[in-house]
C-alpha cells in the first residue's frame, strides 16, 4: 500500500513539472514573436534623420533650464554634420565719432573747445569784440551783449549807421533770421568802423568777449561787412578758411580789393552774449576809465593802442 502512494505522488509531481516546463516554452516562443526586426541600413542623411526624429516628437515647447544652457557643447564624434560657425568681424562697424573737441590744460583744470573755437585759435583769432558807447558799458556788464532789436527797448546809445542798420533788416541765408537778430561781434576790433568814429573815441569803449560765448549758440560768420550785398554767410567751422584772413591780419584794408568790406567780418550769435563772457573793457580816455571804475566797472582798463588818432 505505501508503494502505490509513492508511485501517485511521483507520478503527479511529474505531471506538475510537464506542464511548467511547456509553459515557459510556449513564453519563450512568444517573446520571440513580439521581438522586433532590426531595421533595414538608412539612406537618410544625420540632417535628415534629425528632423524626422524632431518631426515625430510632442509639439510642446520645450522649457529651458539654466543646467541645460551649461551643459558642454557635443563632441564632433557625437554630431553627424558640424555646421561651420562664422567667425566675428575682425573689423566691428565703428560708431559714428563725436565732433572733435580740443582739450587743453591750464594747471589742473581741463577745458574744452567747440571745434568753431579751435578752429578759431588755429588762425590766431582769441577774442571777440564789440564797440559800444560808454553810456552802454554798466548796462551790458550786467545783462550782457544783446542784438540791436533788443537793445532798442533798453535805450542804449546807438552808435551804428542808421543806413547801414537797414540793411541788416534782411535775412541771413542759414537761419533765416533777421541780421539785426543776432548780438555783433568783429574779428578785427581796428576796422573801417572804428576809423570812422575815431574823432568820437573818448566816448567808445571796445568790448572784448572770451571765445567760449560761442558755444551752445547759433553762430554765423561772414567774409564781410554782414549788410552787404557781396558778403557770404557760413556756420560750418571749416568754411572758415574761406575768410579774407590776408585783410583781416594786415595794418592797413585799403591795400587790398574790396579791403573796406572784408576788413569788417563778423561773428554773429543768437541770441545774445552774456556778461561773464566779457574779459575786459578798453578805453582810449583816462577820464572814460574813472568813469567806468566810479559806476562799479572794474574790468575797464586803459588801452589807447587799439584806436585811431
Avoid at 560657425?85 to 583744470?109: C, D, H, L
Avoid at 574761406?242 to 592797413?252: G, I, K, M
Amino acid at each position: 500500500m505505501g508503494w502505490l502512494i509513492l508511485i501517485v505522488i511521483l507520478w503527479f509531481l511529474s505531471t506538475v513539472y510537464e506542464s511548467v516546463n511547456n509553459s515557459t516554452k510556449e513564453q519563450i516562443e512568444q517573446k520571440k514573436k513580439d521581438k522586433p526586426k532590426a531595421p533595414l541600413p538608412s539612406t537618410q542623411t544625420g540632417s535628415e534623420r534629425r528632423s524626422s526624429v524632431v518631426s515625430s516628437k510632442d509639439d510642446t515647447p520645450i522649457k529651458h533650464t539654466e543646467s541645460d544652457n551649461n551643459k558642454q557643447p557635443a563632441r564632433s564624434s557625437e554630431v553627424d554634420t558640424p555646421q561651420a560657425i562664422a567667425p566675428p568681424p575682425t573689423n566691428p562697424p565703428r560708431k559714428k565719432e563725436p565732433p572733435v573737441i580740443k582739450v587743453s590744460g591750464e594747471g589742473s583744470k581741463r577745458v574744452y573747445e567747440s571745434a568753431l573755437v579751435s578752429t578759431l585759435r588755429s588762425y590766431g583769432v582769441d577774442y571777440l569784440w564789440h564797440m559800444t558807447h560808454v553810456d552802454n558799458v554798466l548796462s551790458i556788464t550786467q545783462k550782457g551783449l544783446v542784438s540791436h532789436e533788443r537793445a532798442v527797448p533798453i535805450k542804449r546809445v546807438d552808435i551804428s549807421d542808421p543806413d547801414v542798420q537797414r540793411l541788416r533788416g534782411g535775412m541771413d541765408p542759414i537761419y533765416n533770421r533777421k541780421i539785426k537778430a543776432y548780438s555783433p561781434t568783429y574779428i578785427k576790433i581796428r576796422n573801417p568802423m572804428l576809423y570812422r568814429l575815431k574823432n568820437d573815441s573818448e566816448s567808445l569803449c571796445l568790448i572784448e568777449i572770451a571765445l567760449d560765448a560761442l558755444d551752445y549758440h547759433d553762430v554765423i560768420f561772414t567774409d564781410g561787412n554782414a549788410a552787404s550785398r557781396e558778403t557770404k554767410f557760413y556756420s560750418n567751422p571749416n568754411d572758415l578758411k574761406y575768410l579774407p584772413w590776408d585783410v583781416l591780419n594786415s595794418e592797413y584794408w585799403s591795400d587790398f580789393i574790396d579791403g573796406k568790406r572784408k576788413r569788417c567780418a563778423e561773428i554773429l550769435v543768437y541770441p545774445s552774449i552774456g556778461a561773464r563772457h566779457i574779459t575786459r573793457i578798453h578805453c582810449n580816455s583816462q577820464n572814460t576809465l574813472n568813469s567806468l571804475y566810479r559806476m562799479g566797472v572794474d574790468k575797464a582798463v586803459y588801452s589807447p593802442r587799439l584806436f585811431f588818432g
